[in-house]
């Protein structure tokens, strides 16, 4: 396997300086723009498009900016069919605007090109601490450093980027792009405490010591929800962020090839419909997998996935076998097969089961049915309210503060798992509450 390979038959490709600007040039410019409308952080599409048409790059990036923090990831990752694009009112021809691509396009340009330098900000605002550096903490990290916070990001891996580093794949969004963005915001003066984890290492207590006026949690959701069946403890039985974390280590040269669980031969099950399960899906069949079949318990129209991931893994040969519902892991020391029982669609969408079972022959089975946050934030030192499943309780005023004072939460760990610019236009609320929460703190003098 090769870093190569792990990136190859990328579907989606970069516009070209001409085909951006024909592209842009296909924009009505509408008086009431729906793609605003359909964009969750309100992006000014419109207006950073018509800058695109006219060739004017620098001001296309300084129209994204006054909305988002990480132009290049979304341009890439967002889920634009439904968003964006899916309200485009050419989308009715069937012929929406690509805004995705031209997003990217613009801040690719403006990074490989040079055209804006970071403005010297005054940090005498107060100072922000933040847990964790995925779409939601360096949302808040870019926002309240520009408007003169001191910002510092705790994050336990080794380099910060959290699920845009270490959960979505180099073929859909690649590490230097990342790392690119994160250099902006450290151009800004944002400073990351790697190798840190807040619980262990550090509590909330000891950084309210430390001299922070608040604390945002943005840990995401790390758990891997579980599927107890019989036979799940034997080895090749692995969850998909497991294979995705070790995937991109050994790109990081962290660890070496043995450590990522699916081999070049392997006959490969996963279980589940989402955009993780699609994933994990085509990761394997770029580790070499001979065999790679998604396996869900409801039909395609019942997926959470998007169409284009679901259509592009398709393309990649990953076979479907819908109305299948895991029953057992087969095998005797190790995994040989996944049993499943057929299932019955019904009207309202449920589904029934049959009693018919069927075997998919398999090496390696993995479980891609979502997340849920991890606990040790409601620890001693720490304190933090979360509901029965675990996601951490907030408050409207001011928004997003959690049952502790000065502690404010958003993204994932507060909602189930979305998209990245939904975690985004979460955290952009939480902005405004910890500047109306620091200003009053201010003005009492506290």
């Known amino acids: 396997m090769t870093d190569e390979l792990l990136k190859q038959m990328e579907i989606d490709k970069d516009y070209t300086l001409e085909e951006a600007l024909a592209e842009a040039k296909r924009c009505l410019n509408c008086a009431k723009p729906l793609c605003r409308t359909g964009c969750p952080i309100e992006n000014e599409i419109p207006r950073f498009i018509h800058a ?19 132009p290049a990831v979304c341009g890439r990752v967002c889920p634009r069919e439904k968003q964006c694009e899916g309200h485009c009112i050419l989308n009715r021809a069937n012929k929406p605007i690509n805004i995705g691509k031209l ?44 408007l003169g916070y001191e910002v510092t990001i705790f994050e336990r891996q080794e380099e910060p980027g959290g699920i845009l580093l270490y959960g979505i794949p180099e073929f859909r969004l690649s590490k230097e792009v990342v790392r690119r963005e994160i250099n902006r915001l450290k151009g800004l ?100 997998a001979s065999k790679v079949t998604v396996a869900y318990r409801r039909g395609e129209e019942n997926m959470s996935a998007l169409k284009s991931e679901y259509e592009e893994a398709k393309a990649e040969d990953v076979e479907f076998k819908f109305y299948a519902s895991p029953k057992e892991v087969v095998g ?70 959690t049952s502790r004072k000065g502690v404010f939460a958003g993204g994932d760990v507060v909602h189930k798992p979305a998209t990245v610019v939904l975690a985004m236009r979460a955290a952009k609320k939480v902005v405004e509450g910890m500047v109306n929460y620091c200003e009053a703190k201010r003005f009492l003098g506290e």
């Open 103 to 146: 997003e990217r396009f613009a801040a690719d340009f403006e990074s490989e090109h040079g055209l804006r330098k970071q403005k010297m900000i005054i940090k005498d605002q107060g100072k922000i601490g933040i847990i964790g550096s995925g779409p939601a903490g360096l949302t808040v990290a870019g926002d309240m450093a520009r």
């Open 332 to 401: 005797d020391k190790v995994v040989e097969g996944l049993r499943y029982e057929v299932q019955a669609p019904n009207e309202d969408g449920s589904v029934t089961p049959t009693g018919e079972y069927g075997v998919i022959p398999a090496d390696k089975i993995i479980i891609a049915i979502g997340h849920k946050p991890n606990s040790r934030l409601v620890g001693p030192g720490n304190g933090i309210e979360v509901n029965k499943d675990g996601y951490v309780v907030t408050r409207e005023m001011p928004y997003g503060m």
């Open 189 to 288: 003066g944002v400073v990351f405490e790697c190798n840190t984890v807040i619980g262990p290492d550090k509590t909330i207590d000891s950084l309210f010591e430390e001299g922070y006026d608040a604390i945002f949690i943005a840990t995401g959701t790390h758990v891997p929800m579980e599927l107890p069946m019989p036979g799940d403890d034997k080895p090749g039985v692995l969850q998909a962020m497991a294979l995705l974390t070790a995937v991109q280590l050994h790109q990081n040269g962290r660890v070496g090839e043995d450590a990522i669980p699916v081999s070049a031969g392997d006959r490969v099950v996963v279980i589940g419909a989402g955009n993780v399960a699609m994933d994990a899906a085509r990761t394997c069949v770029r580790l070499g």
């Open 52 to 70: 695109i048409a006219r060739g004017n790059f620098g001001e296309a990036n300084d129209i994204i900016a006054e909305r988002s923090n990480l």
